[in-house]
C-alpha cells in the first residue's frame, strides 16, 4: 500500500512554544490530507481537511489560529501546534488519500505530542 | 449517542482462535465501511474496505457488511500473536474516506 511518512514521532515542549508536525506521501501525490487527534483509548477525532493550495478546512471546534494547516504541495502539509499548552497533549495523526489506490486512506504513524 | 458504537473489549483469546470484532452504526448514510489495525502508538492500517452490504475475504480476514441491521463485523481466522492490536471500524458516506466516522476501537490480545 501507499506510504504516509509522518515526522516526528515524539515531541516533548515547553508550554507556550510551538511545535511542527510533518506529514509527507512518499509514493503517490495527495491533494488532500487529513489530520486526527487521538486521545488514550479513544477514536480518531478528525481536526481538519489539508487542501493542496488552498486554506484548510477545520471542523467544528477547532481553533484554526491554533492548529495552522499548511499544504504547500503535492506530497506535504503541516500541522502547527501554536503556544502549546498541557491540554494540547495528545497524539496527532496525519492520513493522505491515494486516489489511484481507490481512493483509499493511509495513514502516518503519528506524533506523540507532550507539552509540559 | 454516538454514530458508531464499537465494544471496547478488552478481548484475548487463545492462539489459533477465531475471533469476532463487531460495529453497529446509526445512521443509514453510511455506505462504505472499513477495518483498521492500529499498534499502540502507531497510525492505523487498512485492512479491509468494503462497499454496501455483503462479504469480503483476505487472507484470514473475513469483513461483514448488514446494511439492513446496522452491523459489521471483522472474523480473524487462525488467529496469530502478532494480531494483538486495537481494531478501529469506521465508515463514511462517501468516497471521501477521510471524513470517516471511526469507532473507539476494540483491543485484542491472542495469547501464544
Known amino acids: 500500500g501507499a506510504v504516509v511518512s509522518q515526522h516526528p514521532s515524539r515531541v516533548i515542549c515547553k508550554s507556550g512554544t510551538s511545535v511542527k508536525i510533518e506529514c509527507r506521501s512518499l509514493d503517490f501525490q495527495a491533494t488532500t490530507m487529513f489530520w486526527y487527534r487521538q486521545f488514550p483509548k479513544q477514536s480518531l477525532m478528525l481536526m481538519a481537511t489539508s487542501n493542496e493550495g488552498s486554506k484548510a478546512t477545520y471542523e467544528q471546534g477547532v481553533e484554526k489560529d491554533k492548529f495552522l494547516i499548511n499544504h504547500a504541495s503535492l506530497t506535504l502539509s503541516t500541522l502547527t501546534v501554536t503556544s502549546a499548552h498541557p491540554e494540547d497533549s495528545s497524539f496527532y495523526i496525519c492520513?493522505?488519500?491515494?486516489?489511484?489506490?481507490?481512493?483509499?486512506?493511509?495513514f502516518g504513524s503519528g506524533t506523540q505530542l507532550s507539552v509540559l | 449517542q454516538k454514530e458508531v458504537e464499537q465494544d471496547p473489549g478488552p478481548l484475548s483469546v487463545p492462539e489459533g482462535a477465531i475471533v469476532s470484532l463487531n460495529c453497529t452504526y446509526s445512521?443509514?448514510?453510511?455506505?462504505?465501511f472499513m477495518w483498521y489495525r492500529q499498534y499502540s502508538r502507531k497510525g492505523p492500517e487498512l485492512l479491509m474496505y468494503?462497499?454496501?452490504?455483503g462479504n469480503k475475504e483476505d487472507g484470514r480476514f473475513t469483513a461483514q457488511v448488514d446494511i439492513s441491521s446496522k452491523y459489521i463485523s471483522l472474523f480473524i481466522r487462525d488467529s496469530q500473536p502478532s494480531d494483538s492490536a486495537t481494531y478501529l471500524c469506521?465508515?463514511?458516506?462517501?468516497?471521501?474516506?477521510?471524513?470517516?466516522?471511526f469507532g473507539d476501537g476494540t483491543t485484542l490480545t491472542v495469547k501464544p
Open positions: 492520513s493522505a488519500i491515494d486516489r489511484a489506490a481507490n481512493e483509499k486512506l493511509f
Open positions: 445512521n443509514s448514510a453510511f455506505q462504505y
Open positions: 468494503t462497499y454496501s452490504s
Open positions: 469506521a465508515m463514511s458516506k462517501g468516497t471521501n474516506a477521510g471524513k470517516s466516522t
